[in-house]
């Protein structure tokens, strides 16, 4: 990481804000961004993404479910199709491509054989970078994606810089504390536009009410008008962020 100006720390060096302007970071890199259903990249990281995007680095998006159980009335087969082509909507917006791990939606699983399948979906990727589920969190399937990505990051020898991202403003995501921040003022409409092809879900219900506002809070903090929030892992390399 190259130096920090101080325009670039918050309240003397509280949480860093990362530019991808230094002649270190032409490098092109993977980023790989870990939800647990189809709408979970792109609200808690869909600006970092879609600007790592337009950088010309290689985005993806990671889906643990096909959101079998988010639609009622729907059987799993039904909603899974449905969202899977809201997913496809969504990662045209941000400019990523997408890549599944076959988990179903309310029902997924911790075991070694589960481990085995992520880290090996992780390892095929070789990312530069992971970004996934805070693990304090009140949805099962966010535990169960973290807990995957972090024994991944574990078992590959700590190659790739881990980063946790927030959702839902507290009603899910909790004990969260920043330490980075990144400006995704360039692309906050291209981030709503992705959560809206979520149709099936109720858009407003979980951007307007929860996302935006949360985007703008710490848009605040970091001295922007809009911004997402990570926890880097104290033991992670720092990777630069957008």
Request: charged letters at 30%; aromatic letters at 10%.
């Given at each position: ?20 302007d ?101 390892a ?5 970078i ?19 990505i ?6 590959l ?11 839902d ?74």
């Amino acid at each position: 990481m190259g130096e920090i100006s101080r325009r670039d720390l918050f309240l003397g060096g509280a949480a860093a804000l990362l530019p991808l302007d230094g002649p270190q970071d032409r490098r092109k890199l993977k980023i790989l961004c870990a939800g647990g259903h189809p709408d979970d990249p792109e609200s808690g990281a869909g600006g970092t993404m879609a600007r790592y995007a337009d950088l010309g680095h290689d985005a993806v998006n990671f889906y643990l479910t096909k959101g079998e159980a988010g639609i009622k009335g729907k059987t799993p087969d039904e909603a899974a199709e449905i969202r899977s082509a809201e997913i496809g909507k969504a990662c045209a917006i941000l400019k990523v491509r997408a890549i599944f791990a076959g988990q179903i939606d309310g029902a997924t699983e911790i075991h070694a054989a589960r481990y085995d399948e992520v880290r090996k979906i992780v390892a095929e990727e070789k990312p530069d970078i992971v970004l996934t589920h805070w693990p304090i969190d009140t949805h099962r399937d966010h535990r169960a994606t973290s807990f995957l990505i972090y024994d991944a990051w574990l078992r590959l020898g700590r190659k790739f810089a881990l980063y946790y991202f927030e959702v839902d403003l507290g009603a899910q995501t909790q004990h969260f504390h920043p330490t980075h921040y990144v400006d995704i003022t360039p692309v906050v409409e291209r981030k709503k536009e992705a959560c809206y092809a979520h149709a099936s879900q109720n858009p407003a219900g979980f951007y307007d009410a929860y996302h935006e506002a949360m985007q703008k809070h710490r848009g605040m903090e970091a001295g922007f008008k809009a911004a997402e929030a990570f926890i880097r892992h104290a033991r992670s390399r720092d990777e630069t962020l957008p």
